[in-house]
Nanobody, 124 residues
Framework: QVNLAESGGGLVQAGSYLRLSCVISGGTASNYAMAWFRQAPGKEREFVAAISWSGGLTSYPDSVKGRFTISRDNAKNTVYLQMNSLKPEDTAVYYC?????????????????WGQGTQVTVSS
């Protein structure tokens, strides 16, 4: 059973930064493409970033491109999301997800495993 555990969320002011971490257990990180999604209250889940199994390919939506960076350390079974220049509209629960195909995807249903989420709140 693959488990994903997110950490690093918190309350910050607009313009600040956070780094989220997702630790993968019960499986081999290098087998999975990984992604971050987020969901704000009353809104649909939104794709935030994805990275291929090797780390060689990444994908971002326009809403975070240039501000967020996804990376991974397969030796540590960990995926990161560096979030800079945070805005109040980035406020959401952030979820880590794993895709056993190893190929990056932007749609949630393509991911096989999900973490419990970590809250990010950005005040104005």
């Amino acid at each position: 059973q693959v488990n994903l555990a997110e950490s690093g969320g918190g309350l910050v002011q607009a313009g600040s930064y956070l780094r989220l971490s997702c630790v993968i257990s019960g499986g081999t990180a290098s087998n999975y493409a990984m992604a971050w999604f987020r969901q704000a209250p009353g809104k649909e889940r939104e794709f935030v970033a994805a990275i291929s199994w090797s780390g060689g390919l990444t994908s971002y939506p326009d809403s975070v491109k240039g501000r967020f960076t996804i990376s991974r350390d397969n030796a540590k079974n960990t995926v990161y999301l560096q979030m800079n220049s945070l805005k109040p509209e980035d406020t959401a629960v952030y979820y880590c997800a794993a895709d056993t195909s190893g190929i990056i995807a932007t749609r949630g249903h393509e991911y096989d495993y999900w973490g419990q989420g970590t809250q990010v709140t950005v005040s104005s």
